[in-house]
């Protein structure tokens, strides 16, 4: 097979996709003893963690909103969406704000750990475990030297986050907006 052939083939795991000898990066982070990875391209940026205020009626997944520099924004609580036991949120929690088809969410994990960039033969499919475990947040394995991270499919991860949620957002958005106009 020539180099144009190789260039041109296709790798892909349900949504991730990208053309052999090219890289792609992600920002690894951990939940209790397990890493995982999101595409470093959908990542605006990452705060410290703060408590956010809570939506009366949303899903358990969601913690709440908070206000980043004026804009209020959605964040997931994945240990919660991912059915894993809650924990306290310490110093090294981090919420991560993602950008993804026009959407904003953030997400609070337990810590970062670093950028990693995989190429497509140390990326693999999501393996089927069985009918009724969840894997539909996970877009791939990425392997690496001894590391194993677990990709997510942040387009399924933030429609999941944000289902049912917009109006909830929308509401705390103007009353937060009332409460600055009363302020100044």
């Given at each position: 097979m020539?180099s144009?052939?190789?260039?041109?083939?296709?790798?892909?795991?349900?949504?991730?996709?990208?053309?052999?000898?090219?890289t792609?990066?992600?920002?690894?982070?951990r939940l209790?003893?397990?890493?995982?990875?999101?595409?470093?391209?959908?990542?605006?940026?990452?705060?410290?963690?703060?408590?956010?205020?809570?939506?009366?009626?949303?899903?358990?997944?969601?913690?709440g909103?908070?206000?980043?520099?004026?804009?209020?924004?959605?964040v997931?609580?994945?240990?919660?969406?991912?059915?894993?036991?809650?924990t306290t949120?310490?110093?090294?929690?981090?919420?991560?704000v993602?950008?993804?088809?026009?959407k904003?969410?953030?997400?609070?994990?337990?810590?970062?750990?670093d950028?990693?960039?995989?190429?497509?033969?140390?990326?693999?499919?999501?393996?089927?475990?069985?009918?009724?475990?969840?894997?539909?947040?996970?877009d791939?394995l990425?392997?690496?030297?001894?590391?194993?991270?677990?990709l997510?499919?942040?387009?399924?991860?933030?429609?999941?986050?944000?289902?049912?949620?917009?109006?909830?957002?929308?509401?705390?958005e103007?009353k937060?907006?009332a409460?600055?106009?009363?302020?100044?």
């Open positions: 020539g144009l052939a190789l260039e041109t083939e296709r790798t892909a795991s349900r949504g991730m996709q990208f053309d052999r000898g090219d792609q990066e992600f920002l690894t982070f209790a003893d397990e890493e995982y990875g999101i595409p470093i391209l959908v990542v605006q940026e990452i705060i410290g963690y703060q408590k956010p205020t809570a939506i009366p009626n949303a899903p358990a997944w969601v913690c909103v908070v206000n980043i520099r004026g804009t209020v924004i959605p997931v609580d994945v240990r919660n969406l991912f059915g894993m036991p809650a949120y310490d110093d090294t929690s981090v919420i991560i993602n950008r993804v088809n026009d904003v969410i953030g997400a609070v994990v337990d810590g970062v750990n950028v990693l960039a995989f190429t497509a033969d140390q990326m693999q499919a999501t393996p089927e475990v069985s009918d009724s475990f969840e894997v539909r947040y996970l791939g990425g392997k690496l030297d001894d590391r194993l991270v677990m997510l499919d942040m387009a399924e991860l933030i429609g999941r986050g944000l289902d049912g949620v917009d109006k909830l957002v929308s509401a705390e103007a937060a907006k409460k600055a106009k009363t302020e100044d």
